[in-house]
């Protein structure tokens, strides 16, 4: 078991720039892949970026490509997001999920441990 919380959300113009962190605790962090999702009220959860258990490996998806970087800390049991250039169409919950001993995956039914999210608006 591990748990997971979120923090670093908040309001931001677009243009600018918010660092989300997911901090773990439990087993070993690095024992899982762990990956960032965002999902609106009433729509389907979307994939952001994932992260191998060492880091040594990353995914995004295209609309967060070139402007979000997902990073990880295994001293400090946590994941962060970074994200620039921020627009409107990126105001959403976002949540970090953990994959116990798994590849890198785009999809949600892949990670057994969910974070409550921190939200991110984005104002024009």
């Known amino acids: 078991q591990v748990q997971l919380v979120e923090s670093g959300g908040g309001l931001v113009q677009a243009g600018g720039s918010l660092r989300l962190s997911c901090a773990a605790s439990?087993?070993?962090?690095?024992?899982?892949?762990m990956g960032w999702f965002r999902q609106a009220p009433g729509k389907e959860r979307e994939f952001v970026a994932a992260i191998s258990w060492c880091g040594g490996s990353t995914y995004y998806a295209a609309s967060v490509k070139g402007r979000f970087t997902i990073s990880r800390d295994n001293a400090k049991n946590t994941v962060y997001l970074q994200m620039n250039n921020l627009k409107p169409v990126d105001t959403d919950v976002y949540s970090c999920a953990a994959r116990n001993r798994g590849d890198i995956s785009a999809s949600p039914i892949m990670y057994n441990y969910w974070g409550q999210g921190t939200q991110v608006t984005v104002s024009s």
């Open positions: 439990g087993r070993t962090f690095s024992d899982y892949t």
